[in-house]
């Protein structure tokens, strides 16, 4: 562990340096990133002008289930999404060799090569939107729940890293996957509404099959309402389930791949 942990702070060094030598890109993409949050935020704001509840969450529930939703994504977006991006890249050049000849876990090496800054800085402000939105409820969590949230963001960010290593390992059967890469952040979008939003042929979709909405419910329902045994239960089975099943997939493309570079 402690030589992986070298690795991994030896790649974040390296992105710090990469991200301070080009300053005004980092600044812009953290704006960028900035921007589109305040434009959801404000969406909210909009939309509760009009109507005291959608699907039965107030306000202020819903602004903590949008910044849940921010955070597990932006976590995402600043510790692995650039490096599985890069990946079909690499398998169709042949610059995918480079992570055969390194000694380590390959799946560790491909995932963390890179972390992307301007995602990251941004964790900060989907947090401040979360304790807003709890001291605006007066709510008054305790120790457990907060681990609990933290723990269930965090089985957020590998079901979603899961998916994406799923996307990323279809390169190793077919020319490229970007359009499916953007599926998923379309996807994605359902898990800023309620699950009680769903239902049918949708809920057993997006909740159970897909659970994109899972994802941020099950921590937004444990600051609302405490700990939910239900959810605690489908929340790791679900994230056990995708991440067995994305890097099974990811090992058996791995024996198929061939290099495509001279």
């Known amino acids: 562990m402690i030589h992986y942990l070298r690795i991994w702070l030896a790649s974040v060094r390296y992105s710090i ?19 589109w949050m305040a434009v959801s935020i404000a969406s909210i704001a909009v939309i509760y002008q009009h109507t005291d509840a959608v699907a039965g969450w107030t306000k202020y529930e819903m602004l903590l289930l949008l910044g849940t939703s921010m955070l597990i994504q932006r976590l995402l977006m600043g510790l692995f999404w650039s490096n599985l991006f890069e990946m079909g890249r690499n398998v169709r050049s042949g610059h995918f060799d480079f992570f055969l000849a390194q000694p380590g876990n390959m799946l560790f090496m491909v995932s963390t090569r890179k972390i992307d800054l301007d995602s990251l800085l941004n964790v900060f402000v989907a947090l401040a939107v979360v304790v807003y939105a709890v001291g605006k409820l007066q709510l008054e969590p305790s120790l457990a729940d907060m681990l609990t949230y933290a723990l269930f963001v965090g089985c957020g960010v590998g079901i979603s890293f899961a998916m994406l290593l799923l996307i990323a390992s279809v390169s190793f059967w077919t020319i490229g996957s970007q359009g499916v890469e953007g599926g998923y952040f379309t996807l994605y979008e359902f ?72």
């Not at 340096?17 to 921007?35: C, H, N, P, Q, T």
């Not at 159970?208 to 790791?236: F, K, M, R």
Request: charged letters at 10%; zero cysteines.
């Open 17 to 35: 340096v990469r991200s301070m030598m080009f300053r005004g890109d980092f600044i812009m993409w953290a704006l960028v990133e900035l921007f």
């Open 191 to 262: 898990s800023r509404l309620p699950r009680a939003a769903f239902s049918g042929v949708a809920k057993v979709a997006f909740v159970w099959v897909l659970p994109t909405v899972v994802v941020t419910n099950a921590p937004a329902h444990t600051l609302i309402h405490g700990l939910s045994g239900t959810y605690t239960a489908w929340l790791l089975a679900a994230t056990t389930a995708w991440l067995a099943i994305a890097i099974g997939v990811f090992q058996r493309g791995l024996k198929r791949y061939s290099s495509a570079s001279s």
